[in-house]
Nanobody, 124 residues
Framework: QVQLVESGGGLVQAGGSLRLSCAAS????????MGWFRQAPGKEREFVAA????????SYVDSVKGRFTISRDNAKNTVNLQMNSLKPEDTAVYYC?????????????????WGQGTQVTVSS
């Protein structure tokens, strides 16, 4: 497994931007598919974005396409989520996750390692 720690959350007005970061510790970070999920109070955890080992492919939930961008820097063991044009519906705790595979997945059960999460609150 890989250890993950998210940061960069906070309070922002609708239409604003935030950049989330996920710091990973582990010798084999570059071998993992990485994903971002989010969970609002009283709701199920939702897939947001994922990126392959070499960043050659990405996947996004429809509601964030064109607004969010996932990226990774294997040399620094980090994964980022740039969030622009934020909406109140984006309010949630955001989690990064790692999957020991070359295949992207939108299912939370496919990811074996999880961070503790970072709170994102978007005011209207």
């Amino acid at each position: 497994q890989v250890q993950l720690v998210e940061s960069g959350g906070g309070l922002v007005q609708a239409g604003g931007s935030l950049r989330l970061s996920c710091a990973a510790s582990g010798r084999t970070f570059s071998t993992y598919v990485m994903g971002w999920f989010r969970q609002a109070p009283g709701k199920e955890r939702e897939f947001v974005a994922a990126i392959t080992r070499d960043a050659s492919s990405t996947s996004y939930v429809d509601s964030v396409k064109g607004r969010f961008t996932i990226s990774r820097d294997n040399a620094k063991n980090t994964v980022n989520l740039q969030m622009n044009s934020l909406k109140p519906e984006d309010t949630a705790v955001y989690y990064c996750a790692a999957r020991g595979s070359t295949v992207l997945s939108t299912h939370n059960f496919a990811y074996g390692s999880w961070g503790q999460g970072t709170q994102v609150t978007v005011s209207s």
